[in-house]
Every structure is written in C-alpha cells, then in structure tokens.
C-alpha cells in the first residue's frame, strides 16, 4: 500500500493523506470499488493497472467529464486510460499526463527558442546573454535571466542544446571536433608568434565552452556574489570609518577662547 498527500480545495486545502491499495490488499480489506470511469465522488475506483484509491472529483465541462485521484487525473471517454504507476514513478499526481517539468518544458516552443539562440551564441563565440535568453524564455518573471540559468542546469535542456549544437554544425559541415582542432590550431599558431593576446581569445573559447557544464556556471556565480558582498561590506565599513573620523565637533565660544 502507498500513501499520498495532497491539498484540495474541498479540504481548505489542508493536508489530507490517502492510501492507494494493490487489487490483493483492498480485496482483503473487502473495499468496494468499481472502474474509475464509473466513480462518483468519495467512491473507490480502480485504475488500468489495477490500483485502488478514492476518487476526489467528478467534473462535467463543456464537453466531457474529468475524474480526479489523489494520483492524478484523466477525461472520460474514448481509449483513454488512467494508470497508477506512471504517475507514481514521475511523482506527477496534479496532471493527466505523466511528462516531469523538465520534460514538458522540453517540448514548449520558448524553449526551443532559446536553446536554438544559446546554441547560435557558443557557435559565434559570443558572450552569454542571459538577459536575452530569458526575455526569450519567460519574460514575465521577476528576473529572466535567472530563470533561464535554472533551467539549464536541467539535464534534459542540455541534451537539447547539445543536438542543437551538433545539427547547426552539420548543417556548416563542421564537425565539434573540427572546432576544438580549429581553436588549438589558433592557440598554436599564436605560441609561436608569441601573441599573448590571441592566445587568451583561443583559451576564452574554451572557457565558453567548459561553462555550458550548469555547475561549475552556477558555482562562479555563486562566488561571484559572496565575492562582491565581502568587498561591498568592507567598502561601507572603511566609509563609516572615515566619516567618523572627518566628522567636528561643534564647541561652545568659551571653550574656543580657552584653546
């Protein structure tokens, strides 16, 4: 038997746990349930996989009817059907899919979007724009670039802007490993004309490169921040400082007479 805890509305949104049974342990509890098609609110239904839980909701829409489980949802009619498992093993119990966050984000068109311009930036060798990316990505959010960061340090996105890389590569008839040998070839040529400046432009195109990994970007952020927090703070303290130190002190005319 499994557990589940979920706020609905007809509880005040408080927490309500409920137990999700194999068809072995609601029969030997002798529960009465009956197909999740066919269940009303508070009746027992059985899923396709064959797990017991209470059914939550009955709605009638415009156009069909929706049951909801404590493990998910799902509209009448048709072929359609409502399995236990695939909810429990994505942990998705809201939706009547069983796509995880990551994956339905994957297939939304912004994203897309913005994995396609990140891609044509690395290829360029330009700087990052996060500013972009995120207008791109969800511009309706407090700060985008953000964002769009936290979502790359999805695996998934990074398995899209990987294919994206290598298709916009194929389409140029390029190889990655011809851009690697492309940059080492450049960093060569510089050693040898002793021209320090082209050489730390082929080593910034490693850098580029090396920060499409979420950690170590995330990471340098991170230290980037606590970095100009310290600074910051010793700045308003060596202030203060001075202002003490500069400030005067008004003194009465007789005591002015006596010094």
């Not at 399995?83 to 796509?99: A, E, F, I, M, S």
């Not at 298709?167 to 490993?177: F, V």
Request: a positive charge.
């Amino acid at each position: 038997m499994d557990y589940i805890t979920r706020k609905f509305k007809k509880n005040n949104y408080q927490d309500v746990t409920y137990p999700v049974y194999s068809e072995e342990e609601a029969n030997n509890r002798e529960i009465k349930y009956s197909s999740w098609r066919k269940c009303r609110e508070g009746d027992f239904g059985i899923s396709d996989d064959g797990y017991i839980a209470e059914c939550i909701y009955r709605k009638q829409f415009k156009t069909n009817e929706q049951v909801t489980f404590p493990y998910g949802r799902q509209w009448l009619g048709g072929a359609r059907e409502l399995k236990y498992v695939p909810h429990r093993d994505t942990g998705q119990y809201t939706q009547v899919g069983t796509l995880t966050w990551d994956e339905q984000e994957a297939r939304k068109t912004r994203t897309k979007n913005m994995v396609k311009v990140y891609a044509e930036m690395m290829l360029n060798g330009d700087r990052i724009n996060w500013e972009l990316l995120g207008k791109i990505y969800r511009k309706d959010q407090e700060r985008p670039d953000l964002t769009a960061k936290r979502l790359f340090k999805q695996e998934r996105i990074q398995k899209m802007l990987d294919d994206e890389i290598q298709k916009a590569l194929k389409d140029r008839n390029i190889s990655q490993g011809d851009v690697l040998d492309m940059i080492i070839d450049g960093i060569d040529i510089a050693k040898e004309n002793k021209d320090a400046s082209n050489m730390l432009r082929g080593a910034e195109q490693f850098v580029r490169i090396m920060d499409m990994l979420p950690k170590k970007s995330m990471q340098t952020d991170t230290v980037q921040i606590d970095m100009t927090s310290t600074i910051l703070d010793k700045i308003a303290k060596e202030e203060k400082k001075s202002l003490k130190m500069s400030q005067k002190k008004e003194l009465p005319y007789e005591e002015l007479k006596e010094a």
